[in-house]
């Protein structure tokens, strides 16, 4: 039989014991051995202690890969108990045998305030490059591959990134694979709602665990073929002629409390050019409409009903950038959503001539309904650097707010007609050819509420919305990849 080294965090003597118990139920361990911290003496009969700095370290990794000793290494992230399903281990051995791979994860059951609750996961692919991933907290490592890895981990000594390095490298020699299947039951800790979770890699606390995530991935880029230097198509503003020197476009369906406000700011606006605001109303049922109409004395608003009903946010994106009044920059606003000030545009139009870029930017803030601050306040992106922006933009999970564009290129390379991650997807095929330009000043308020669109996710719902940005990023991977062969 094939055997298992497990290796489990040494949180406290009664969670490691009852985690041990279940291990030792199963054949198919051979070592069980506890990552505990510093200064920690006590132990559990039969398990050696291992003693790490951080669980995600890359000194803990190459700890593990020097004492795991069987075919297969097993690891549990979670300082809680862990309960195994009916023969799972047998079953993730089985499917790594068969599939070759070099690290297997399965589906799972989480115990939530005392409820237990289903935790589907999705498929890894070659651009599942997000460092927050999620594989459930027990993965299992064909040994030969993870001493591979580990070995490739040489002058790196990352406090966070140690984990991510290591499976970016074990995703270089061999498959992740997913089962399907539900295989044992962890006890989740993490109770926020999805809409919260979502901005933790943007926290500015997390700023270092962020510089180490970007240098472990472009790293990963280099060795994959996929790495883009910072070499930017230069442009010539003067592609088209345009009436207006800049539009704001706002897709709405049913926001009547939220609409008015982003529309006032706006038409509030001073500039030194002119510009018009487009406002593609996706067929609204609940006074959005007659809200919109309410502005009609002002020839600067644009109203437009699609006269098709299968259009998401990207489509109307579409619908607007290709209306004939539509201007030479084309600048984002969600229907919730306002702008800071009156200077907005006027910054944003700047920043396109003086940063000779296809895209722009900005910063925002996060406020509940009633705009005032929430955490984790002020949303800066500064992970889009000229240096390396583009290629760490296929490890973040977002571009940041307000966007702007160069109308003439945006036509060409159009939005996904989707209603989620259209916005993502159009910035990473921009930045394959050309500079994102940056504006660090707040421009924007981002409001978060009830109606928020990712506000609060089922479980399903969140790994669709994955699923779909990994394969944005295979793709922009994948092309990246055939640019660079082709420049060989």
């Not at 437009?304 to 489509?315: E, S, T």
Request: charged share 25%; aromatic share 10%; hydrophobic share 35%.
């Amino acid at each position: 039989m094939k055997k298992i080294d497990a290796f489990i965090i040494y949180s406290d003597a009664n969670q490691a014991q009852q985690t041990v118990n279940e291990l030792k139920k199963s054949d198919t361990i051979n070592n069980i051995l506890l990552l505990t911290p510093e200064n920690i003496n006590e132990t559990i009969e039969g398990c050696k202690s291992i003693e790490i700095d951080t669980l995600l370290s890359s000194n803990t990794i190459k700890k593990i890969a020097l004492n795991t000793e069987s075919d297969y290494t097993a690891l549990y992230m979670k300082s809680t108990a862990l309960k195994l399903g009916y023969f799972s281990l047998e079953r993730m051995i089985q499917i790594a045998e068969d599939s070759s791979a070099g690290m297997v994860y399965s589906d799972y059951f989480a115990i939530v305030a005392g409820e237990k609750k289903s935790y589907p996961v999705i498929d890894y692919q070659e651009g599942s490059l997000r460092d927050d991933f999620n594989f459930g907290s027990f993965i299992l490592f064909n040994s030969t591959v993870f001493k591979r890895a580990a070995e490739r981990i040489k002058s790196e000594d990352y406090k966070f990134a140690g984990l991510y390095d290591l499976r970016l490298k074990v995703s270089q020699i061999a498959d992740l694979v997913h089962i399907n299947e539900f295989l044992y039951t962890e006890f989740e800790e993490d109770n926020r709602e999805s809409g919260k979770k979502i901005f933790d890699y943007v926290d500015p606390k997390n700023r270092q665990v962020q510089i180490e995530m970007e240098k472990a991935c472009t790293q990963h880029l280099k060795d994959v073929g996929a790495y883009l230097e910072p070499i930017f198509n230069p442009i010539e503003f003067n592609m088209d002629e345009f009436e207006y020197e800049a539009s704001v476009i706002i897709p709405v369906r049913n926001r009547i409390k939220t609409i008015k406000d982003a529309i006032a700011s706006v038409l509030r606006q001073k500039t030194v050019f002119k510009f018009n605001l487009i406002v593609v109303d996706n067929h609204s049922t609940d006074g959005t409409t007659e809200a919109i109409e309410e502005f009609n004395n002002d020839s600067r608003l644009i109203h437009l009903i699609p006269n098709r009903n299968d259009l998401g946010i990207g489509g109307c994106w579409n619908l607007g950038i290709h209306h004939p009044q539509c201007g030479k920059f084309t600048i984002q606003l969600d229907s919730d959503d306002i702008y800071s000030g009156e200077d907005t545009l006027q910054k944003i139009v700047n920043a396109f001539y003086e940063q000779n870029c296809a895209m722009v930017v900005g910063t925002y803030q996060m406020t509940n309904f009633d705009l005032e601050m929430i955490p984790p306040g002020i949303i800066d992106h500064r992970e889009w650097t000229p240096e390396n922006g583009r290629n760490n933009a296929l490890r973040i999970n977002g571009l940041g707010a307000p966007r702007a564009f160069y109308t003439p290129i945006l036509r060409e390379i159009k939005l996904p007609n989707t209603s989620y991650g259209e916005d993502y997807a159009v910035g990473l095929r921009i930045s394959r050819n050309y500079q994102i330009g940056r504006i660090y000043d707040i421009l924007y308020l981002c409001r978060r509420w009830e109606d928020n669109s990712d506000a609060s996710l089922d479980i399903v719902k969140m790994n669709g919305h994955n699923l779909y940005k990994d394969r944005i990023r295979t793709w922009e991977l994948q092309a990246r990849k055939k640019i660079k062969r082709e420049n060989l």
